[in-house]
Structures are given as structure tokens and as C-alpha cells.
């Protein structure tokens, strides 16, 4: 797994326990993913069925966060701030705005970070992570999201007027990568306003959006990084 160093600690990071942003791409395609209605009628199928529906009128989507990283390789939780602009199938800024300046981009080949005030920037192919994400995410049916995971949907009261939709992976090779995702769903909008991601060991990412506006008109130049 790649790694990076953070300022405030000088050994390297799981790139999942460092500032690392991808993982909204999987949430955002999750939301956004479609399939055929099922028959049976719990909650989960009524939510999957829904999002049909709302990935239909969604260009894009823009939206203000909050990124919580804990480690047992950080003194303390690392929370950062910024703005993202998604639009589909797999388009991603994330424009950092502290505690350090950091641009995220990310396509369907490649994930690009670049801090502006050190004259830095990395890239890595995700060209496989990509096609995970199709094949978990993006491209299952419902069946084929319960083959996958154990899934429980009920409301949350620390969320006001969202359900929480809790996977937990059944396959090796996805425990190998994630042990729990985490996804609070408005009941009225079908906007994902927060998610959690728990890695194998403990080490944990939450995102919360907030301030999201649908079907901002952007461009293929708003998604590069100068």
C-alpha cells in the first residue's frame, strides 16, 4: 500500500491513515450507483431503488467537508477542512483549505495530490482501485451488494432526519482492504451527509458534508490541478 508522511510525525502513514481522500470517490459512487428495483421490501431496497432515481438528475455535485482521520500512528485525530466537487462516474476535487493547503484529484486512472505552498505534488494509478470500486460498488446489483456485505439500515439519533447504512464485508478480499463502511443517507434528499470507514487494525476516516448543492455546471478544467 503506498505510504506519505504528515508534518507532525516523521514516520511514514498507510495512505489510508494519512490525509488521503479517495475514499469519498467509493461513497459518492455508492450513492450515486443503480441497479434493478428488487422484490423484496426492506429498507435497504427502498433506499437502492431510490438512489435509481436521484442518479438519473445528478451531474454533479458540490459541497463542503469535514475529514476526521484516527491512527494508532497519530498522536490524535487529524481533521481537516475543504471543498469537494464530484460529478460522475469518477471525476473528484478536494481543495483542502487547512490545516495545510492540499489539492486532491482524482479520475478514473489516476489520483493526484498536490500541496501548493511546499511545491510538491504526487501521483498514483488507481487504474485497479477503480475497477474494485466498479465491481463492489458501482456495477452490483442489490443481490450482489448482500453476497458482499452484511447490511443493516436503521435511523440514527445523532443524525437528525438520516438512516445509517452499515456494511461489513462477508469476501476476504475486501476485509483485506476494509472492515467497515458506514453511510448516513438524508430520508428526504438521498444525499450521502456522512460516512466512516473502518480499516483493518482500527485506523478510521469520516467524512461530513455539508452546504450541498446539486447540478453545479463545471468543466474538465475545474478537475485539474494547475
Not at 514516520?11 to 443503480?34: D, Q, R, W
Not at 462516474?89 to 486512472?109: F, G, H, N
Request: aromatic fraction near 6%.
Amino acid at each position: 500500500m503506498p505510504v506519505m508522511t504528515t508534518r507532525s510525525r516523521t514516520e511514514p502513514l498507510p495512505y489510508h491513515a494519512g490525509p488521503h481522500a479517495s475514499t469519498i470517490a467509493v461513497a459518492l459512487l455508492l450513492l450515486a450507483c443503480s441497479a434493478a428495483t428488487d422484490a423484496a421490501r426492506d429498507r435497504f431496497a427502498e433506499i437502492f431503488a431510490r438512489t435509481l432515481q436521484v442518479r438519473q438528475t445528478m451531474h454533479s455535485i458540490r459541497a463542503r467537508f469535514t475529514e476526521t482521520t484516527t491512527s494508532s500512528l497519530l498522536q490524535k485525530p487529524f481533521v481537516a477542512h475543504g471543498t469537494v466537487l464530484a460529478a460522475p462516474p469518477s471525476r473528484v476535487l478536494m481543495t483542502y483549505t487547512d490545516p495545510e493547503r492540499r489539492i486532491v484529484a482524482i479520475d478514473d486512472q489516476s489520483l493526484t495530490v498536490s500541496w501548493p505552498d511546499r511545491g510538491e505534488r504526487e501521483a498514483i494509478d488507481i487504474r485497479q482501485t477503480q475497477k474494485r470500486i466498479d465491481q463492489y460498488f458501482a456495477r452490483a446489483s442489490l443481490d450482489a451488494l448482500r453476497s458482499m456485505f452484511e447490511i443493516v439500515v436503521e435511523p440514527d439519533a445523532a443524525v437528525r432526519g438520516a438512516d445509517r447504512v452499515d456494511l461489513r464485508p462477508k469476501r476476504k478480499p475486501i476485509k483485506a482492504g476494509l472492515e467497515r463502511l458506514q453511510l448516513w443517507i438524508d430520508r428526504e434528499s438521498l444525499l450521502l451527509v456522512q460516512m466512516q470507514m473502518t480499516f483493518p487494525g482500527g485506523d478510521t476516516k469520516s467524512i461530513r458534508l455539508d452546504q450541498v448543492t446539486l447540478n453545479v455546471p463545471v468543466t474538465d478544467e475545474m478537475f485539474r490541478i494547475r
